[in-house]
């Protein structure tokens, strides 16, 4: 590089000297953009996969059979057996069975598939456990006995419609707490306060559950031994062997059901609610059929409650 003018002359007031710069290769001048490298075109990052897909679609292919098995079901139960439909003593553990795999697809949508797995394995494993602990020795739910109309039993004694049952009562009781505790979810004592409404809910749950499993399908029967204040619902232990139960499951599954990638504008979830509240619902009007009204009229009452406040709760 050279300069091809550098002589100063004189300037007049606001002139300033001009000064060509040229580069030269062998005594000759070259252009400067001759050696500059040609710019590369830059190619747009591909655009990532659309991920998501498969929990929606899972989602809603439960949640759809969850809804028609539970309108057969519910017709069946409204007629008291008169109406006949194909498969009829299979509704409520088909009910059952759907109702468990969309409360999980529901879940997977919000956290890792593994998170919601570990939940309901150790859901299953505490919840089943206390019950079969139960019909062993009365504690802590209880003495209790279950009869063959609950199905086939594991290592011939725990039916297996138990560990889905822990698992859609606990789980749903859960989504519903968040629902009501959601104005509420940004203090710091949030975690136990969900926590235990989580565990009230699940006790209602079973309140509506025990007239509907005991006295009409006859899934197990109370012993004597236990005091209680309400034989529909069972002894006394039965209710807090159920809230106890339920915090200890909590104790080890809220770590992984805390999703840490929650965005801020996320809006309510209410599959846990319409779970919850249709399970309540078909035990109050399986009880109403069968003349029940006292366990009717408590279902009634649960499910206004509960729905109120969850869904003033989910304005927030």
Known sequence: MRFEENKFTPLKQGKFPTIKLSFSSAGKSLPCAKNMAQPVPLTPPAAPARAGKSPNRFWWVSTVLTAAIFLLALAHEVTAGRMRLPL??????????????STLSALSRQLPLQNVLLAAFVTALIGSGAHLVSA????????????????WKLFGRLPWILPLLWIVAVLNSRGVARLVLRPWRKIRAYGFWLMGLTALFTLIFDSA???????????????????????????????????????????????????KQLSKRSGPDFHPLAVWLGAVFLFGVTAAA???????????????????????GAKW
């Open 88 to 101: 009829a003593g299979w509704l409520l553990p088909l009910l059952l069975l759907a109702a468990t795999l």
């Open 136 to 151: 062993l020795s009365g504690i802590p739910l209880g003495p209790l006995m279950f009869g063959p109309e609950a199905g």
């Open 209 to 259: 559950l025990e007239p509907f499993a005991t006295r009409l399908k006859h899934y197990w029967i109370w012993t004597p031994g236990g005091f209680s204040l309400n034989p529909q619902v069972g002894p006394v232990s039965n209710s807090a062997g159920w809230f106890l139960v339920t915090l200890l499951i909590l104790a080890f599954v809220t770590p992984a059901l805390i999703n």
């Open 290 to 312: 069968h003349g029940c009204w006292q366990a009717a009229a408590w279902d009634g009452v649960f499910c206004a409650l509960i729905a109120t406040f969850a869904l003033r």
